[in-house]
């Protein structure tokens, strides 16, 4: 499919959709020679643009930087980075309180955890971290 056939079958979805929600924010493929080239075609959707009565026009503010939301957006590429470079072989365990881990390396280990800005108090996530790192050391 070509770049011209993917906008103009974009647009008239949006086209559609707008007639049925009053503030819709557009988005469709960022860049599409790294779209056509992936491995792996991922769609992520958004349940809100987290703006108030406005219009967010996705491929703009993505090619710009997602200069408002720039956390939240290196975190997506990250889970697509590893979405795209995942080795299927990894053997993931996981602690008694269910957090996952990957020893890459031997006493190097990549821990599946939340986001750092997650709405808990920071001695949670501190404390929750700590022990997970003393469960895997002690296993």
């Not at 993917?6 to 557009?26: A, G, H, S, T, Y």
């Not at 750092?116 to 404390?127: G, K």
């Amino acid at each position: 499919m070509t770049i011209d056939l993917i906008l103009e079958k974009e647009l008239k979805l949006f086209d559609k959709w707008k007639q049925q929600r009053e503030f819709f924010c557009p988005d469709g493929i960022i860049n599409f020679e790294n779209y056509t080239n992936s491995k792996i075609k991922i769609m992520l959707l958004l349940k809100e643009a987290n703006a108030v009565n406005e219009v967010v026009d996705f491929k703009h503010f993505l090619n710009n930087g997602a200069y408002e939301r720039k956390a939240t957006w290196e975190n997506v590429l990250r889970w697509l980075y590893g979405i795209q470079n995942i080795n299927t072989d990894d053997k993931w365990k996981q602690t008694l309180k269910g957090v996952y881990y990957y020893e890459f390396r031997p006493q190097k280990y990549l821990i599946d955890f939340v986001h750092p800005e997650v709405r808990v108090p920071p001695n949670y996530v501190y404390y929750l971290l700590i022990d997970t790192i003393r469960e895997i050391r002690h296993s």
